[in-house]
């Protein structure tokens, strides 16, 4: 009686395995042209700063990601102004992409990058680009002030992502005895953002 029990049980849980179907899997989860809104996030100086509004564009071969960002001053007063964030890239390719300054002679297989940010209410940028480095005094100095990498390209549905840190100077006629220190932008990513 007890082995009767235990084969019954076996058959059941059997015959309940094979009947079931396999579900199909949902066609917008296997579709590679879809996309999801474009997402950009960074830290900002600490703080976390998220949008979705980004524009991308193309100059030649270059390619520039512009993000708009809630300033620190509408944080503070509740008046919408926003900062922007620009990232320039000399292609649109998978790969590294660096900010280095000074006299050595970059890897030319090695990507090109450089940030800006335009501060609401400020008349001068933030730049990877406004350190001065003296030639004399540094003429083998290749510090590099940040990195972008492009990790992901959607050909059909014409989207990229990537992930990016950067240290941004203030002009040297706005910072002449370099007291002002550089926007730190950390943790930056972004996604689904769309090209044509």
Same mark, same amino acid.
């Given at each position: 009686m007890k082995r009767l029990? !235990? @084969?019954?049980?076996? @058959?059941?849980?059997? %015959?309940? @395995?094979?009947?079931?179907?396999?579900? #199909?899997?949902?066609?917008?989860? *296997?579709? !590679? =042209?879809l996309t999801g809104k474009p997402i950009f996030r960074c830290e900002?100086?600490? %703080?976390?700063? +998220?949008?979705?509004?980004?524009? +991308?564009?193309f100059t030649g071969g270059s390619v520039s990601?512009?993000?708009? /960002?809630?300033?620190?001053? *509408? /944080?503070?007063? #509740? #008046?919408? #102004? =926003?900062?922007?964030?620009?990232?320039?890239?000399?292609?649109?390719?998978?790969?590294? =992409? %660096?900010?280095?300054?000074?006299? +050595?002679?970059?890897?030319e297989t090695l990507g090109v990058s450089n940030a800006n940010y335009q501060q609401s209410g400020k008349n001068w940028s933030y730049s990877t680009d406004n350190l001065d480095l003296d030639p004399v005094t540094t003429p083998s100095v290749n510090l590099q002030t940040g990195n972008l990498v492009i990790s992901d390209i959607n050909d059909k549905a014409k989207y990229f992502g990537g992930e990016f840190e950067y240290d941004i100077y203030p002009p040297k006629r706005e910072n002449p005895n370099n007291t002002v220190p550089p926007i730190r932008i950390r943790n930056g990513a972004f996604q689904y953002l769309k090209y044509y």
């Open positions: 029990k !235990q @084969l019954s049980l076996i @058959l059941f849980i059997s %015959i309940g @395995l094979f009947s079931c179907e396999a579900e #199909k899997a949902d066609e917008d989860i *296997t579709n !590679q =042209y900002v100086d600490g %703080i976390t700063r +998220v949008t979705d509004s980004v524009n +991308v564009s990601v512009t993000a708009f /960002l809630l300033s620190r001053d *509408t /944080l503070e007063s #509740k #008046k919408f #102004k =926003y900062d922007t964030f620009t990232i320039n890239f000399s292609r649109l390719s998978p790969g590294n =992409y %660096i900010s280095s300054l000074g006299n +050595v002679v970059i890897d």
